[in-house]
T-cell receptor
């Protein structure tokens, strides 16, 4: 079945540091890939997505590139801020299976210190 | 973000109680979802509804009973729950047919079963 693997957290960085959160996946069909963010006390918000190989999703300074050859969708940001502290979830939606539900990774907590 | 609302935000119930969670989406979407978010576990899909019809039940125990009276409202009826059912229950909605569409999440109901 489909699965998503994320790096374990928490990730602790100083403000303005470079961020990478690794995400790899396995899928039987042709997945779309997503990064969601969950701020404390809130639900999940879409951060960015990519629907086919080599697409790059970007939003709020975050980027991720759909790499089919390495089955990866790593999240990056060049300079993090304290306000980026949250839990980040990588997810996929496998169009080939016909399922509409998302398969999520376990989440990575990011803590940015001033 | 008020596109998907959930009530109540917090709920404490005993194992013999009956309660219901409510979700409402104001986005005109045709699909709605229930997810369970437990500590240290990936988000787990529970149910999917498409145009009011249940299209997926992810082996959820019968003590959880969903209801979707129309495309805008989704309920989760709870009965004789167990302490291990304590979690954050998230509702989401989406529009589309192919599975790559974005899911929009509500803020969740944090449930504590005593």
């Amino acid at each position: 079945g489909d699965s998503v693997t994320q790096m374990e957290g928490p990730v602790t960085l100083s403000e303005e540091a470079f961020l990478t959160i690794n995400c790899t996946y396995t899928a039987t069909g042709y997945p779309s890939l997503f990064w969601y963010v969950q701020y404390p006390g809130e639900g999940l918000q879409l951060l960015l997505k990519a629907t086919k190989a080599d697409d790059k999703g970007s939003n709020k300074g975050f980027e991720a590139t759909y790499r089919k050859e390495t089955t990866s969708f790593h999240l990056e940001k060049g300079s993090v801020q304290v306000s980026d502290s949250a839990v980040y979830f990588c997810a996929l939606s496998d169009q080939g299976t016909g399922r509409r539900a998302l398969t999520f990774g376990s989440g990575t907590r990011l803590q940015v210190q001033p | 973000e008020t596109g998907v609302t959930q009530t109540p935000r917090h709920l404490v119930m005993g194992m013999t109680n009956k309660k219901s969670l409510k979700c409402e989406q104001h986005l005109g979407h045709n699909a709605m979802y229930w997810y369970k978010q437990s500590a240290k576990k990936p988000l787990e899909l529970m149910f999917v509804y498409n145009f009011k019809e249940q299209t997926e039940n992810n082996s959820v125990p019968s003590r959880f009973s969903p209801e979707c009276p129309n495309s805008s409202h989704l309920f989760l009826h709870l009965h004789t729950l167990q302490p291990e059912d304590s979690a954050l229950y998230l509702c989401a909605s989406s529009q589309g047919e192919r599975g790559e569409e974005t899911q929009y999440f509500g803020p969740g109901t944090r449930l504590l079963v005593l």
